[in-house]
T-cell receptor, first 114, second 114 residues
Framework: DTEVTQTPKHLVMGMTNKKSLKCEQH?????MYWYKQKAKKPPELMFV???????INESVPSRFSPECPNSSLLNLHLHALQPEDSALYLC?????????????FGPGTRLTVT | AQSVTQPDIHITVSEGASLELRCNYS??????LFWYVQSPGQGLQLLLK??????LVQGIKGFEAEFKRSQSSFNLRKPSVHWSDAAEYFC????????????FGDGTTLTVKP
């Protein structure tokens, strides 16, 4: 099974809401990633978890809060977002964090902030 | 710092015709190079990667790419395009030490005419 699943597929939230995005993989991968992708743009790395510990935070605003409860699960908690945060949020996983490891991407969550 | 340029924003080819997507990178040492494909509303899928060795790399879906150090290029090719190849294509470069982080090009949109 080489699938990364993400829920929900679509999310609409107001600027005062709190919501969470969920990502799951059952490939035994020890690295997991969050990316943000605006329309017609490449993905931008937000966070990297390695062995359930946050290893990279690309200076992401604190209104985005990642969490890795176990090696299969990655959450992104959202609070007080801005309209410019509307984007496709992609999760990925890989065996390790070295660049020799292939990253497997989920289909993404389309987020709209109103 | 590493960077990637995909000179062609949009390419249109006829079904059955050959395809070449260009990618130029800037990096001081031997790069890790990747090509990803993204279908509408989907996550990214790795087509192929180059780390070392044979400079002609075979990937999935009949794609290949050639690493040319002298030209700092990693162009993607396919001898005969299928309608299902219509998608966004991203070239990316990663550094050995920068585990988990890749720099993506802005992407090339491929349209396939029947």
């Amino acid at each position: 099974d080489t699938e990364v699943t993400q829920t929900p597929k679509h999310l609409v939230m107001g600027m005062t809401n709190k919501k969470s995005l969920k990502c799951e993989q059952h490939m035994g991968h020890r690295a997991m990633y969050w990316y943000k992708q605006k329309a017609k743009k490449p993905p931008e790395l937000m966070f990297v978890y390695s062995y359930e510990k946050l290893s990279i935070n690309e200076s992401v605003p604190s209104r985005f809060s990642p969490e890795c409860p176990n090696s299969s699960l990655l959450n992104l908690h959202l609070h007080a977002l801005q309209p410019e945060d509307s984007a496709l949020y992609l999760c990925a996983s890989s065996q390790g964090t070295g660049n020799s490891y292939e990253q497997y991407f989920g289909p993404g969550t389309r987020l709209t902030v109103t | 710092a590493q960077s990637v340029t995909q000179p062609d924003i949009h390419i249109t080819v006829s079904e059955g015709a050959s395809l070449e997507l260009r990618c130029n990178y800037s990096y001081g040492a031997t790069p890790y190079l990747f090509w990803y494909v993204q279908s509408p509303g989907q996550g990214l899928q790795l087509l192929l990667k180059y780390f070392s060795g044979d400079t002609l790399v075979q990937g999935i879906k009949g794609f290949e790419a050639e690493f040319k150090r002298s030209q700092s290029s990693f162009n993607l090719r396919k001898p005969s395009v299928h309608w299902s190849d219509a998608a966004e294509y991203f070239c990316a470069v990663g550094a050995f030490y920068n585990a988990g982080k890749s720099t993506f090009g802005d992407g090339t949109t491929l349209t396939v005419k029947p």
